[in-house]
Every structure is written in structure tokens, then in C-alpha cells.
């Protein structure tokens, strides 16, 4: 099985600031790595598709890189309707996994 | 547009079973993967396994190998989840959610259906 690691577990941020969230694979992927996220209470909302491909209606602020064993999502000016927990995902391969998940907090 | 409504909230007894539907609308039924996710409480995500709903195979994630069956009414646009012999730990939240092309993102989740299991 793919294991995704995240990486912070937890991260605090600031509003306004550029921040990077990361998802390693314990293979490669190639670019079958989604990320998704997830406030309380409701389900989980896709962000960015293939790694770095943008969604429509998802703000612009969002955007994705990588590929193989190594991901990066990016928000460029961070604000507080983002803090959530953040969850990567990949697609490559059966069963299909999920990483444990970055939560983004107010410092 | 499209959408998955699920089934409401649960509250069983050990031993009990259960059966979660979700329901599409907006898109040919029939032309995507539908997977299963579970979220324990205050826990992260984990995938239980799809059902391909054109031919109507389920696969399983080892860990709901058993007691879990994913089904189909194709003709009701419905996939249902159905536990048996329900255990506390299987407490949690199942969110279907649709498979946009084979790798793809899950690009359309169910509400979830919050699920207990209690004596």
C-alpha cells in the first residue's frame, strides 16, 4: 500500500502569509495525488487535482506541485476562512490512500 | 447539479446492522466509480473500498473485508453501504464520495452519515 506521510501534523499561521503543507509517498504516484479540504462538520471539498491542477471555484490563492514521491499545496496569502485540515490522497494505485492530514491553526 | 444525499444519522446496538444509502442526481449514474470513506471521530480519512457501479463489482480495503457489502440500485441512482454485526469502534462517520475518472479526484462527497454504535 501507498503511505502518504504529511508533514506538519499541525501548523501555525497567520493571516496573509504563504505557507506550504507537504505530502510525501512512500512510492511514486506520479501526478494521481489530489488534495482535499475539510472544515468541521461538513465533507471534504477537492482543492487541487493531479497534483497541480486548479478547480473551479476553488480561490486562486491554492495551488499545487509535485510529482513522484514528493507534493507540495501552497496557499499564497493565507486567510481565515482556510483554517481546516488538510488531507492529500492518491490515485495510482489500489487501495487508494490518504494521508493522515495537516491542520492549519490561528497562531 | 450534481449531488450525493445520503441517508440520515444512525444510533445501533453491538450486533445490530445498518444500511447507508447515497443517492446521485445530476450526472449518469453509471459512468463513475463510487467509493466508500470512513472518519472516526476526531480521526482522518480512510478509504473502505468502490463499487463499480456500471458492472456493479465492489472491491474492499483489507480492513472492511467481512461484515461491510457496497451494493447498487443502478435504477434509483443509489449505492448503499450496508455493516453487519456492528461493533463500537465501527462508530463514525461514512461519507460516499464519486471517483471523477479511474485515479482521479473524488470530486463529489455525500453529506456522511454520522453512524453509532452503542450499548
Known amino acids: 500500500d501507498v503511505v502518504l506521510t504529511q508533514s506538519p501534523a499541525t501548523l501555525s499561521v497567520t493571516p496573509g502569509e504563504r505557507i506550504s503543507l507537504s505530502c510525501r509517498a512512500s512510492?511514486?504516484?506520479?501526478?494521481?495525488l489530489h488534495w482535499y479540504q475539510q472544515k468541521p462538520n461538513e465533507s471534504p471539498r477537492l482543492l487541487i487535482k493531479?497534483?497541480?491542477q486548479s478547480i473551479s471555484g476553488i480561490p486562486s490563492r491554492f495551488s499545487g506541485s509535485g510529482s513522484g514521491t514528493d507534493f507540495t499545496l501552497s496557499i499564497n496569502g493565507v486567510e481565515l476562512e482556510d483554517l481546516s485540515i488538510y488531507y492529500c490522497?492518491?490515485?495510482?494505485?489500489?487501495?487508494?490512500?490518504f494521508g493522515g492530514g495537516t491542520k492549519l491553526e490561528l497562531k | 447539479q450534481i449531488q450525493l444525499v445520503q441517508s440520515g444519522p444512525e444510533l445501533k446496538k453491538p450486533g445490530e446492522s445498518v444500511k447507508i444509502s447515497c443517492k446521485a442526481s445530476?450526472?449518469?449514474?453509471?459512468?463513475?466509480?463510487m467509493h466508500w470513506v470512513k472518519q472516526a471521530p476526531g480521526k482522518g480519512l480512510k478509504w473502505m473500498g468502490w463499487?463499480?457501479?456500471?458492472?456493479?463489482?465492489?472491491t474492499y480495503a483489507d480492513d472492511f473485508k467481512g461484515r461491510f457489502v457496497f451494493s447498487l440500485e443502478a435504477s434509483a441512482s443509489t449505492a448503499n453501504l450496508q455493516i453487519s454485526n456492528l461493533k463500537n469502534e465501527d462508530t463514525a462517520t461514512y461519507f460516499c464520495?464519486?471517483?471523477?475518472?479511474?485515479?482521479?479526484?473524488?470530486?463529489?462527497w455525500g453529506q456522511g452519515v454520522m453512524v453509532t454504535v452503542s450499548s
Open positions: 464520495a464519486r471517483e471523477g475518472d479511474y485515479g482521479g479526484p473524488f470530486d463529489y
Open positions: 463499487i463499480n457501479t456500471y458492472t456493479g463489482k465492489p
Open positions: 445530476g450526472y449518469t449514474f453509471t459512468d463513475y466509480a
Open positions: 490522497q492518491q490515485g495510482n494505485s489500489l487501495p487508494r490512500t
Open positions: 493531479y497534483a497541480s
Open positions: 512510492e511514486s504516484v506520479d501526478t494521481y
